[in-house]
């Protein structure tokens, strides 16, 4: 069965820091990732995808992620972090010949002004 | 921790039946929860915002005769999908925030075939 892991559970920078999250994935076969944000008291919004093609994806808000299938990883980068930055980050991988989706436990971001 | 779970894990019906999934916190209350289909080949899409005492919020394109969502108390929300077709096949899957909302926790999904 797929899993999704998150290794960071909370992660603490100030503005304009570089960020990179790690996600890494257990599965043999094809996979479709994503990365979700979920900001306080909202629900989650998709950030990018990963489906097939150009292993580096570029999402919303500056944020790009990096599929690199011999390390089972999709790691989300930024290089300058805002405030408005602050939210709750999930990993998630699907398999396409199944629907379902499975989300890492997340990764709770807090940008110090 | 905090676990949300869902019932059933997997459903076949018939076209034009009723299906009614259960999405419940198991030791913590949830005065709001969010349903999510997964579309095959595309990320999640919230459907819909379920609020305890209160109607769910539908997001637009979401037909809310045919989704009925009800949060019956603070740990049970249920998503009916009324005389469903084979076009509502998909994944449901439900979330509810943590205390304070330090966290969502996800539902480990439902699948829904239709026949």
């Known amino acids: 069965a797929q899993s999704v892991s998150q290794h960071n559970h909370h992660v603490i920078l100030s503005e304009a820091a570089s960020l990179e999250l790690g996600c890494n994935y257990s599965y043999g076969g094809t996979v479709n990732l994503f990365w979700y944000v979920q900001y306080p008291g909202q629900h989650l919004q998709l950030l990018l995808k990963y489906f097939s093609g150009d292993p580096l994806v570029k999402g919303i808000k500056g944020f790009e992620a990096e599929f690199i299938k011999s390390k089972f990883s999709f790691n989300l980068r930024k290089p300058s972090v805002q405030w408005s930055d602050t939210a709750e980050y999930f990993c998630a991988v699907s398999v396409p010949e199944d629907d379902k989706i499975i989300f890492g436990k997340g990764t709770r971001l807090h940008i110090l002004p | 921790g905090a676990v949300v779970s869902q019932h059933p894990s997997r459903v076949i019906c018939k076209s034009g039946t009723s299906v009614k999934i259960e999405c419940r916190s198991l030791d913590f209350q949830a005065t709001t929860m969010f349903w999510y289909r997964q579309f095959p080949k595309q990320s999640l899409m919230l459907m819909a915002t379920?609020?305890?005492?209160?109607?769910?919020?539908?997001e637009q394109g979401v037909e809310k005769d045919k989704f009925l969502i009800n949060h019956a108390s603070l740990t049970l929300s249920t998503l009916t999908v009324t005389s469903a077709h084979p076009e509502d096949s998909s994944f449901y899957i439900c979330s509810a925030p943590g205390l304070a909302g330090e966290t969502q926790y996800f539902g480990p999904g439902t699948r829904l075939l239709v026949l």
């Open positions: 379920s609020n305890e005492g209160s109607k769910a919020t539908y």
